[in-house]
């Protein structure tokens, strides 16, 4: 499996094909309703499996402060379950640190609520409900310290499975709301 932010408009349109599929397809949400205004500041990043097929994605933007958020998690269905939202996550997380942010907040739907609290997410209530149907929850991570170390960062930065492409840094948009996922 192959980590790295989408290099050119065909990449991103399959990136944004396969979120719109995993979150908005199945409540019949047209196609362009998968993006928000934060898309052009943030991190995006996708994984590849040995295909060549992009089977992940997801999304860092930076907030107010020294906060981020993660939006946008979507694993093909078929591929769920195998390790890949974990290995996204991780790497967005380590982009959050590498950008000197200090702790994430998201909106997780229910279903994944056991998936972000093994990765050491705190849950803090209920947030919005998405599309009137699907009830949403606010989570953080603080991430100094867990994921700061030179070690972790090193390790990071040999994998010959993680590719790192440049990316420009995102400008400080937004601030902790209710964005759903
Ligand atoms: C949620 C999602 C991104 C997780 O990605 P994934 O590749 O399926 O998850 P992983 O295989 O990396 O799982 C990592 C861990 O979380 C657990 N996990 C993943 N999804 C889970 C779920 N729905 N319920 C309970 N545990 C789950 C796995 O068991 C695994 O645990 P382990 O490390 O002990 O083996 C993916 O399943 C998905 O796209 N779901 C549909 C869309 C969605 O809900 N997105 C999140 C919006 S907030």
């Given at each position: 499996m192959i980590i790295r932010s989408p290099a050119d408009d065909s990449e991103f349109e399959t990136y944004y094909a396969l979120r719109w599929k995993v979150l908005r397809a199945p409540w019949n949400?047209?196609?362009?309703?998968?993006?928000?205004?934060f898309e052009g500041n943030a991190i995006h990043l996708a994984a590849w499996n040995n295909s060549g097929k992009m089977v992940g994605v997801g999304r860092l933007h930076r907030m107010a402060g020294r906060q981020g958020q993660i939006r946008?998690?979507?694993?093909?269905p078929v591929a769920q379950g195998r390790g890949i939202g974990k290995a996204l996550l991780e790497e967005l997380e380590l982009r959050a640190v590498q950008e000197g942010l200090i702790e994430i907040y998201l909106n997780a739907r229910e279903e994944a609520l056991q998936f972000y609290t093994d990765s050491g997410y705190e849950l803090l209530g209920p947030a919005h409900l998405l599309f009137g149907a699907i009830p949403h929850f606010r989570m953080r991570k603080g991430i100094v310290g867990r994921l700061g170390s030179g070690a972790k960062l090193a390790r990071c930065r040999d994998s010959p499975r993680v590719t790192h492409a440049p990316y420009r840094a995102p400008e400080i948009v937004g601030r902790p709301g209710q964005a759903p996922s």
């Open positions: 949400q047209p196609p362009g309703s998968e993006k928000d205004e946008y998690m979507a694993v093909e």
